[in-house]
T-cell receptor
Framework: ETGVTQSPTHLIKTRGQQVTLRCSSQ?????VSWYQQALGQGPQFIFQ???????GRGNFPPRFSGLQFPNYSSELNVNALELDDSALYLC???????????FGQGTRLTVV | GNSVTQMEGPVTLSEEAFLTINCTYT??????LFWYVQYPGEGLQLLLK?????DKGSNKGFEATYRKETTSFHLEKGSVQVSDSAVYFC?????????????FGTGTSLTVIP
């Protein structure tokens, strides 16, 4: 059983640029959620995808968007990057039959 | 709404000391409760969970009991080790038909000194 993998592990972008982060979910999981963890804070829910459709969104602006593919992998896209977008972005996969979610190692995004 | 409040750190303990990290929650419905641990530079690892009132989750010497009457899920360990140094997050999971959404506390940093 493979775990949740995210790429890249680290990324540096300039303010105003766009970024795409990727996540491969754990085998058998069809739900993927994305979280933003600012330094010294707990993760905050961005949105969730189930069977390729967005299903639930936290308090994040529309420039945060995503996709889920038929193999249940997912992308998080952020447009018009701001300095405050600097954070660890975590992907979590789960299935409706489970209570827990399994988290990837995260992508550390730095916006300069 | 759903939210989690946990004890602020940082917490510094000597090896073999007793650990308590307080966590309380507010939730609609019947959430599951979790403790996750994060080591430096890494993602979140599930430490333990409880899915209903009065359940006790346990793992690696850590324990937490789901107390509905006090809306609490305090983390305890009788004798901490240096290797337990990490950041601990209390979380609740609100379940929907398509999966679950997590709400995290702000984290408590624990340092155990020899």
């Amino acid at each position: 059983e493979t775990g949740v993998t995210q790429s890249p592990t680290h990324l540096i972008k300039t303010r105003g640029q766009q970024v795409t982060l990727r996540c491969s979910s754990q085998s058998g999981h069809n739900t993927v959620s994305w979280y933003q963890q600012a330094l010294g804070q707990g993760p905050q829910f961005i949105f969730q995808y189930y069977r390729e459709e967005e299903n639930g969104r936290g308090n994040f602006p529309p420039r945060f968007s995503g996709l889920q593919f038929p193999n249940y992998s997912s992308e998080l896209n952020v447009n018009a990057l701001e300095l405050d977008d600097s954070a660890l972005y975590l992907c979590a996969s789960s299935s409706p039959r489970q209570t827990e979610a399994f988290f990837g190692q995260g992508t550390r995004l730095t916006v300069v | 709404g759903n939210s989690v409040t946990q004890m602020e750190g940082p917490v510094t303990l000597s090896e073999e000391a007793f650990l308590t990290i307080n966590c309380t929650y507010t939730a609609t419905g019947y959430p599951s409760l979790f403790w996750y641990v994060q080591y430096p530079g890494e993602g979140l690892q599930l430490l333990l969970k409880a899915t209903k009132a009065d359940d006790k989750g346990s793992n690696k010497g850590f324990e937490a009991t789901y107390r509905k009457e006090t809306t609490s899920f305090h983390l305890e360990k009788g004798s901490v080790q240096v290797s337990d140094s990490a950041v601990y997050f209390c979380a609740l999971s609100a379940s929907y038909n398509t999966g679950n959404q997590f709400y995290f506390g702000t984290g408590t940093s624990l340092t155990v000194i020899p």
